[in-house]
């Protein structure tokens, strides 16, 4: 006979322990106690950036946009300013052009490019205009370019976002063995600490920048009156990915992989794992079938995110060189077997680079020279007509205050 599971206890002082605690009480229903080993918040920059899909996902779990805004410092984001020694690209969130002839745009725009198009692969997405003129304004199917979207984030305050999700809960200390928690199933969420360091950047930007260095990068995310910045450089390359559910514990987060991570992936990547254990809730007894597949659907997962991080920071990994190797020559990327990272990341986060494929698509050649290059016209001029609409980001913050009923010194 099943005995469902009635009782969770979830170890961490931060973010991760938090949210986990957070989504499962409103997903569940089951009583759900929080253990901090410090009394003292374990917060990171690395959680300040909501992406698009972590947005869904928190709103989902019962946190809306409206509450997220709402909360000290929220600014909202386009994406990302990528600057290397060789070029500044943008990295907008979303998709870029409309996929013609059953092949992928980029293919379209390699092609096109090789035929003098002197436009980035970005400038096919509104948020790129927006981006380089400081507007914001979230996607609206009901202008010029209907499907063809931008997606829009959000950067957070750590501390805001803390304080939102312990808010009317309690906490128990940790005692020193984190084994004489009892439950029926303990979920260990303990992150290390990172000091939130503030950026001299001044002025609000609705996208966090990215500056490359010799010892990795230096992301700078604005917030509204400041800045917090964010070094990501490269761990232990040896560190194992290790199977993180063994009984009646499981691990999540950077409790589980405390590999470097890219901003905005850090949430995405917890709450993603509270997802798959959600739909993977076992009995008190955490019978193997559960487990194992959470084991190797979570396996995956992180290869593939330790893989694209890999492409920032660089580094000796087999899966990274073989994604990379293939696209530079056919600008190929096959199908993956993941959520968190999918082919079209690997597009989009390798041209953000500069890493141009030598080749395109053949099957792009069923548009001819003359309709290739009338409906890459057609389509910039729509979204040119629909970004230049966008208000100046002032404005927008503005408007956002003026809903919330807020003023702009307390926002």
Same mark, same amino acid.
């Given at each position: 006979?099943?005995?469902?599971?009635?009782?969770?206890?979830?170890? !961490?002082?931060?973010? =991760?322990?938090?949210?986990?605690?957070?989504?499962?009480?409103?997903?569940?229903?089951? $009583?759900?106690?929080r253990?901090?080993?410090?009394e003292?918040?374990?917060?990171?920059?690395?959680?300040?950036?909501?992406t698009?899909?972590?947005?869904?996902?928190?709103?989902?779990a019962g946190?809306?946009?409206?509450?997220?805004?709402?909360?000290?410092?929220?600014?909202?984001?386009?994406?990302?300013?990528?600057?290397?020694?060789?070029?500044?690209?943008?990295?907008?969130?979303?998709?870029?052009?409309?996929?013609?002839?059953?092949? !992928?745009?980029?293919?379209?725009?390699?092609?096109? %490019?090789? !035929?003098?198009?002197?436009?980035?692969?970005?400038?096919?997405?509104?948020?790129?205009?927006?981006?380089?003129?400081? %507007?914001?304004?979230?996607?609206?199917?009901?202008?010029?370019?209907?499907?063809?979207?931008?997606?829009?984030? /959000?950067?957070?305050?750590?501390?805001?976002?803390?304080?939102?999700?312990?808010?009317?809960?309690?906490?128990?200390?940790?005692a020193?063995?984190?084994?004489?928690?009892?439950?029926?199933?303990?979920?260990?969420?303990? =992150?290390?600490?990172? =000091?939130?360091q503030?950026?001299?950047? $001044?002025?609000?930007?609705?996208?966090?920048?990215?500056?490359?260095?010799?010892?990795?990068?230096?992301?700078?995310?604005? /917030?509204? #009156?400041?800045a917090?910045? *964010?070094?990501?450089?490269?761990?232990?390359?040896?560190? +194992?990915?290790?199977?993180?559910w063994?009984?009646?514990?499981?691990?999540?987060?950077?409790?589980?992989?405390?590999?470097?991570?890219?901003?905005?992936?850090?949430?995405?990547?917890?709450?993603?794992?509270?997802?798959?254990?959600?739909? /993977?809730?076992?009995?008190?007894?955490?019978?193997?079938?559960?487990?194992?597949? *959470? #084991?190797?659907?979570?396996?995956?997962?992180?290869?593939? /995110?330790?893989?694209?991080?890999?492409? *920032?920071?660089?580094?000796? &990994?087999?899966?990274?060189?073989?994604?990379?190797?293939?696209?530079?020559?056919?600008?190929?990327?096959?199908?993956?077997?993941?959520?968190?990272?999918?082919?079209s990341?690997?597009?989009?986060?390798?041209?953000?680079?500069?890493?141009?494929?030598?080749?395109?698509?053949?099957?792009?050649?069923?548009?001819?020279?003359?309709? +290739?290059?009338? =409906?890459?016209?057609?389509?910039?001029?729509?979204? #040119?007509?629909?970004?230049?609409?966008?208000?100046?980001? $002032?404005? *927008?913050?503005?408007?956002? &205050?003026?809903?919330?009923g807020?003023?702009?010194?307390?926002?």
């Amino acid at each position: 006979m099943s005995r469902p599971i009635e009782t969770i206890a979830i170890l !961490g002082s931060g973010i =991760e322990a938090a949210l986990s605690a957070f989504v499962l009480k409103q997903r569940t229903g089951l $009583s759900i106690a929080r253990f901090a080993e410090t009394e003292t918040p374990a917060l990171s920059p690395v959680h300040t950036v909501l992406t698009p899909s972590a947005l869904q996902r928190l709103e989902t779990a019962g946190l809306g946009l409206r509450d997220l805004l709402a909360l000290p410092g929220s600014l909202p984001s386009l994406g990302q300013m990528i600057v290397t020694d060789q070029q500044t690209s943008c990295n907008p969130f979303g998709s870029r052009g409309i996929d013609w002839a059953g092949i !992928g745009f980029h293919h379209h725009w390699l092609r096109a %490019r090789q !035929g003098g198009l002197r436009l980035p692969y970005a400038a096919f997405s509104p948020a790129y205009r927006a981006m380089q003129e400081n %507007r914001f304004a979230p996607p609206d199917q009901r202008n010029l370019i209907g499907p063809l979207q931008h997606e829009s984030g /959000l950067h957070v305050h750590p501390e805001a976002l803390f304080e939102r999700l312990v808010e009317g809960t309690s906490v128990q200390p940790l005692a020193a063995a984190a084994n004489a928690v009892e439950a029926d199933l303990v979920i260990d969420a303990r =992150e290390r600490s990172n =000091e939130l360091q503030i950026s001299a950047q $001044s002025g609000e930007q609705p996208f966090s920048s990215w500056r490359a260095s010799t010892t990795g990068w230096t992301i700078t995310i604005p /917030l509204r #009156n400041g800045a917090l910045e *964010y070094p990501l450089a490269g761990g232990d390359e040896d560190q +194992l990915i290790k199977q993180p559910w063994r009984g009646n514990q499981v691990s999540i987060g950077q409790a589980a992989y405390s590999g470097p991570s890219l901003p905005g992936l850090a949430i995405e990547r917890v709450l993603h794992e509270l997802d798959l254990l959600v739909e /993977l809730l076992p009995d008190r007894d955490c019978h193997p079938a559960e487990t194992s597949q *959470y #084991n190797r659907i979570w396996t995956e997962e992180m290869n593939e /995110l330790r893989a694209l991080t890999t492409l *920032y920071l660089g580094g000796d &990994d087999a899966r990274t060189s073989e994604r990379l190797r293939m696209f530079k020559h056919r600008g190929y990327v096959r199908p993956l077997d993941t959520d968190l990272v999918t082919a079209s990341d690997w597009v989009v986060h390798a041209l953000a680079l500069d890493h141009v494929p030598e080749h395109f698509d053949p099957l792009s050649m069923r548009l001819d020279d003359a309709r +290739l290059k009338q =409906e890459l016209g057609q389509l910039l001029q729509r979204i #040119n007509v629909v970004s230049g609409e966008f208000p100046p980001l $002032s404005v *927008y913050l503005q408007a956002i &205050d003026k809903a919330l009923g807020q003023s702009r010194e307390t926002a």
